[in-house]
T-cell receptor, first 114, second 113 residues
């Protein structure tokens, strides 16, 4: 298995632009997680899905952020409009179950908003 | 609600020296505990986990951790570190198979030759 795949690996955009991050989880995993990592705030859980359904989006910072999972093999995290404070590394992770199972992380997308 | 505290943000050690990375958790129920490692410019990967049974858990790369319920701790140890262990280490806790995993703030381990 190729593991969790994220694209792009790096994204540089200007303030106000729309940004879309993509994730392909490991086949057969029922849970998908989106995290954000910054020096100031560490690793934050933004949202997670179970069987393509959003379960908890309490970590999504504001309405500018949205996430979808149209099928079991694809998810997107969209920021519209983007702001410089959104600059961070965004990770996608997937797992078979939730609390007791290992989460497999993708390599991350480094987002820079100028 | 559960929470996890990593007391040290950075730990510098010499190569081949032992190391302990500290982790304390807070929960009113039984917990599952994890240590993840993040190498530079990579995602996190699981080092080891405690679900039940023996309180001493052995993981990959020679690391081990001990679950101490009375002290609500899950410290990570390695008897002799290598340059390749340079990374950030995250402790994490979950209260059940149905709850979220909560990650600590991370400890950056730097190895000096």
């Amino acid at each position: 298995d190729a593991g969790v795949i994220q694209s792009p690996r790096h994204e540089v955009t200007e303030m106000g632009q729309e940004v879309t991050l993509r994730c392909k989880p490991i086949s057969g995993h029922d849970y998908l997680f989106w995290y954000r990592q910054t020096m100031m705030r560490g690793l934050e859980l933004l949202i997670y899905f179970n069987n393509n359904v959003p379960i908890d989006d309490s970590g999504m910072p504001e309405d500018r952020f949205s996430a979808k999972m149209p099928n079991a093999s694809f998810s997107t995290l969209k920021i519209q409009p983007s702001e410089p404070r959104d600059s961070a590394v965004y990770f996608c992770a997937s797992s078979f179950t939730q609390g007791a199972a290992e989460q497999f992380f993708g390599p991350g997308t480094r987002l820079t908003v100028l | 609600a559960q929470s996890v505290t990593q007391l040290d943000s950075q730990v510098p050690v010499f190569e081949e020296a032992p190391v302990e990375l500290r982790c304390n958790y807070s929960s009113s129920v039984s917990v599952y505990l994890f240590w993840y490692v993040q190498y530079p410019n990579q995602g996190l990967q699981l080092l080891l986990k405690y679900l039940s049974g023996s309180t001493l858990v052995k993981g990959i790369n020679g690391f081990e951790a001990e679950f101490n319920k009375s002290q609500t701790s899950f410290h990570l140890r390695k008897p002799s570190v290598h340059i390749s262990d340079t990374a950030e280490y995250f402790c994490a806790v979950s209260e059940s198979s149905a709850s979220k995993i909560i990650f600590g703030s991370g400890t950056r381990l730097s190895i000096r030759p």
